[in-house]
């Protein structure tokens, strides 16, 4: 059967032109469409070869479903007989001898051999290989990446965060510029699926070349680039505008993006303030100052904590989804249980950060059980069913806090499993410590950013025992941007606050490339919040 796979390849190569890649893969099948997104639009290639062991064929299969968005031909060797990456070392090196003698006596332009989904023993027998065989005219790449499932594959992930590493010549583009689709429409999909919708859209508004060359001696990157700026405009005034964030096309977040997206909320209520003349500013900033906590861009951290024991002696002042993936790496069962408050004020953002920690993102957390009270449901519930969208001021404002909050307590069912607590009554501060008090987990962690349900707590001898209350605040620190990991969880954040802040107000993203305007659609619905994205001329 394997003579089929070769057959088919000599058929696609007797018409093909081109730099062709080369794929093997035996771990992270996960990747492959972002190594192929990544390969045909930076170096223009078109057809691939992917080669596999079995253990990764079911994943290579799924993943590469997700490379649909680019005009490529993909031949894999599972369609063709079976694996061709053996478990015998000499077995493999003939298999890719014999791989690069076809490709050499049929292929003028470079062969780029992908090394970023090998292990180290396969990236070696590749490397050996097509060096003896090809020559110079071997390219070798690697895709920077973050090795976790559930990561969205590129263009899902924005193009800042997979940077080419390339080991010799460039080869020659045989075809034009790669254009990338984005939608139109961004509807409420969770937190992934607005990532996901904001990173297509960094990446058709922002131009390619993130990469960097080893040639001989010669060491080839940039690192200059345009700035990405995005302004809030007022609903009465369009010209009237703030900037809410610059952001490097090419190298993406940094220190100074996390400081404008730490303080984006005074922007959004100094606009609101204007439009809303004749409405209280604090009671603005009351409303809005929860974006900055509800997108991630402030990390909730456990400013007070009882009893103060051993155990949680620790806790104060320490990071909420730190504590979380402690509890969970102790090997003992954990039950998280948020007040009504916490979803408006990113409870789905402190799982989301500890779901990476643990190496499942957007998944749930090992260990780690979310209980939601059917109290807390039914209040935030009340309030979309009782406020009117339609209105202006600060019942509008209301309004789309209390959506989102819906909308974060559906994100800790889907995602992270969480439970229905059944506590019923109000206040939910009070109900939810009878109920919780009973759950069978080894620790029950009742969150609070309410200082009044705090003393509540403590007053009625709830934190005892197995329950442990904590009081949420949040950090004064910027989120850091040094790491491929942090750089990825702000990437989340600015999507999440350019996607509510269009929800408050027209929102403008001035690339080197192009424009766009998001401005909300409709509050209404099953996936509501829904705002458009149209192109405009500034």
Same mark, same amino acid.
């Given at each position: ?102 490709? $050499? ?25 097509a060096m003896k065989i090809l020559g110079e005219k071997a390219v070798f790449t690697l895709i920077e990446n973050i090795p976790l499932y559930g990561i969205p594959a590129y263009p899902g992930s924005p193009r800042w965060l ?147 024991? $051993? ?91 209390a959506l989102l909050a819906n909308r974060a307590l559906l994100e800790t069912k889907y995602y992270y499993g969480a439970e229905n607590l059944n506590a019923v009554a109000q206040p939910c501060e009070v109900s939810l410590t ?105």
């Amino acid at each position: 059967m394997t003579s089929s796979f070769y057959s088919n390849l000599h058929e696609e190569l007797e018409e093909y032109t081109g730099s062709i890649g080369v794929i093997a893969v035996n771990k992270y099948p996960w990747i492959v469409p972002t190594i192929i997104g990544r390969l045909y639009e930076e170096l223009g290639i078109e057809l691939f070869v992917v080669l596999t062991d079995p253990y990764v064929v079911d994943g290579v299969k799924e993943s590469s479903q997700h490379a649909k968005d680019f005009d490529i031909k993909i031949l894999a060797d599972y369609k063709y007989g079976g694996s061709l990456i053996k478990e015998n070392v000499f077995d493999t090196v003939l298999v890719f001898n014999k791989l690069f003698k076809l490709l $050499n006596e049929h292929i003028e332009s470079n062969v780029v051999v992908d090394l970023t989904g090998s292990d180290g023993l396969v990236a070696s027998i590749v490397t050996y290989s097509a060096m003896k065989i090809l020559g110079e005219k071997a390219v070798f790449t690697l895709i920077e990446n973050i090795p976790l499932y559930g990561i969205p594959a590129y263009p899902g992930s924005p193009r800042w965060l997979h940077k080419l590493y390339l080991y010799g010549e460039k080869p020659k583009r045989s075809s034009n510029e790669t254009r990338i689709s984005y939608p139109r429409v961004i509807e409420w999909r969770g937190s992934r699926g607005v990532y996901i919708a904001f990173s297509k859209l960094f990446n058709a508004l922002t131009p390619t070349g993130y990469y960097e060359i080893y040639s001989g001696e010669r060491r080839l990157f940039s690192t200059e680039a345009n700035a990405m700026d995005i302004h809030c405009h007022s609903n009465t005034v369009f010209s009237w505008k703030q900037k809410l964030v610059s952001i490097n096309e090419l190298l993406g977040p940094d220190e100074n993006m996390s400081r404008m997206i730490y303080n984006a909320w005074k922007v959004i209520s100094e606009i609101l303030s204007r439009d809303l003349e004749d409405t209280d500013k604090q009671s603005i900033d009351r409303v809005v100052m929860q974006i900055q906590r509800y997108v991630g861009a402030a990390d909730l951290v456990i400013k007070q904590v009882v009893p103060l024991n $051993n155990h949680s002696v620790d806790w104060e002042e320490e990071k909420l989804h730190r504590v979380i993936y402690k509890l969970a790496s102790e090997k003992q069962t954990v039950a998280i249980v948020p007040d009504t408050n916490l979803f408006y004020q990113g409870i789905h953002m402190a799982l989301l950060k500890a779901s990476i920690r643990s190496g499942t993102p957007w998944s749930g957390i090992r260990g780690v059980s979310v209980y939601v009270p059917k109290c807390a449901e039914t209040e935030i519930n009340g309030k979309v069913a009782e406020l009117n969208p339609e209105t202006m001021g600060l019942h509008r404002l209301y309004y789309i806090m209390a959506l989102l909050a819906n909308r974060a307590l559906l994100e800790t069912k889907y995602y992270y499993g969480a439970e229905n607590l059944n506590a019923v009554a109000q206040p939910c501060e009070v109900s939810l410590t009878v109920e919780a008090s009973s759950l069978p987990e080894n620790k029950i962690l009742l969150v609070t950013a309410d200082h009044k349900a705090f003393n509540a707590w403590q007053t009625l001898n709830v934190c005892r025992g197995k329950v442990v209350c904590a009081y949420i605040g949040h950090s004064d620190e910027k989120l850091d941007t040094n790491s491929i990991y942090g750089r990825f969880y702000a990437s989340i954040a600015l999507s999440l606050l350019l996607y509510v802040t269009a929800l408050f107000m027209p929102v403008t993203i001035q690339s080197s490339k192009d424009t766009v305007k998001l401005t909300v659609k409709s509050l209404r619905g099953m996936t509501a919040p829904i705002i458009s994205v149209s192109r405009i001329k500034m």
